[in-house]
């Protein structure tokens, strides 16, 4: 099992890092929070989780130990593969997802694309009792996930090279072209954002 990994970044894409330990680059799947906290050259250790198939092995790398955990808890519910634990990780934070978990907050984990009101709810169900302690917000009720998709974005564009300014020009038509729609996963906003950047160059 390989808990973690300490390395120079060799390459960032808009879902993946390559960290190079040893003469071997390593790649990763990330969630954009991660990849935005990441830049190519310089060092970093990320907390990972090996996902084992018949015809695969896939390295899922996170920022914290945290995020690991709470991947790797996700995965215990039923119907929930990593790419769909990923993905919840993606949109929200650990301590929000512990929060909607632990309170039934179904809304709010039904805002996670993939996820409709019954697997919220087996979530709910099968891991309310696993989840652990939840902090409270000052009112002591705890707080509802928000979705924040914009930061995440903005913050991955900068990290694959973008100046501020052209992450907030990006971010600006990403949402504008969802004009109130159904927001898609976090990834894909930021793959969107890329390549209005690339038509703009």
Known sequence: MIAS???V???ISPDSVVIEVGGVGLSMHCAP?????????TEARLATSLVVREDSLTLYGFADDEEKQLFELLQTAS????RLA???LAVHQPEAIRRAISSGDLTALTRVP??????????VLELRDKIGAVSTGADGVAGSLSGGWQEQVRQGVIALGWSTQQADQAVVAVAESLDG???????ILLRQAIRLLGRAR
Request: glycine share 24%; hydrophobic share 40%; aromatic share 0%.
């Open 114 to 123: 993939g996820i409709g009101k019954k697997g919220a709810e087996r979530l």
């Open 86 to 88: 990923q993905a919840v």
């Open 5 to 7: 990994v300490r390395g």
């Open 33 to 41: 929070g991660t990849l935005a906290s990441l830049k190519a050259g």
């Open 181 to 187: 729609g159904e927001t898609p996963p976090v990834p």
């Open 9 to 11: 970044v060799a390459a």
């Open 79 to 82: 119907g929930v593969g990593p």
